[in-house]
């Protein structure tokens, strides 16, 4: 069994590479920040911890249901956040601006999936975000913050989320596609 399981939306190569040309001037100018690769970037719809086989399998027939009967939809990259608050901070972000509602809608139906297939979901009310930093200590980041609302828009149409598995190694974390569901928004599912 991974060490945890996650449900995310991947921005497309093209995104990744646009965002990580604004991030690379910026990795070394503060010790303070640990900053992401760019391999790790995602959207996350629910955290799921640790589950055993006979749950995932349930939860991946859930999930096909969730996919099938949604839409694809347009997300955009934009604005900047802070976990918990910008005076210490642990985690930089960029938020969700345009499809905020749709990737809030998509992600309520995969934590109601995992909820059926006996999965609690970890964390608190969703907030879609794309975490670029981290910090241990706790960082004042207002500065930061202006930097990051600086970053972008980036856009993309969003047609498919994945269930990830995570391994945490003294590396850091090793992330491993495990299953893709693509959006097909066929209505009968919706039933």
């Known amino acids: 069994m991974p ?8 921005p497309p190569a093209a995104v990744v590479a646009d965002l990580a040309a604004y991030v690379e001037p910026r990795r070394d100018s503060d010790p303070a920040l640990r900053w992401a690769h760019p391999e790790h970037w995602h959207l996350t719809l629910a955290f799921l911890g640790g589950v055993d ?3 995932c399998d349930r939860l991946v027939e859930y999930l096909e249901f969730v996919a099938a009967g949604s839409e694809p939809f347009h997300v955009e990259l934009a604005g900047a956040g802070s976990f918990p608050h910008p005076d210490a901070a642990r985690a930089l972000w960029l938020g969700v601006g345009q499809g905020a509602a749709e990737l809030g809608h998509l992600a309520t139906r995969c934590r109601t999936a995992a909820g059926r297939a006996g999965i609690p979901v970890e964390g608190r009310r969703f907030q879609g975000h794309l975490t670029l930093a981290r910090s241990n200590r706790g960082l004042h980041a207002r500065r930061w913050l202006e930097v990051v609302s600086s970053f972008g828009p980036f856009g993309w149409r969003v047609a498919d989320f994945v269930l990830i ?3 945490l190694t003294r590396g850091g974390p090793r992330h491993r596609i495990s299953r893709r569901f693509d ?5 009968r599912m919706l039933r």
Do not use: I, Y
């Not at 060490?3 to 991947?10: G, K, M, N, P, S």
């Not at 959006?183 to 209505?187: A, R, S, V």
């Open 3 to 10: 060490d945890r399981l996650f449900l995310a939306v991947r």
């Open 53 to 55: 086989d006979d749950r």
């Open 165 to 167: 598995e995570s391994e």
């Open 183 to 187: 959006l097909t928004g066929d209505e």
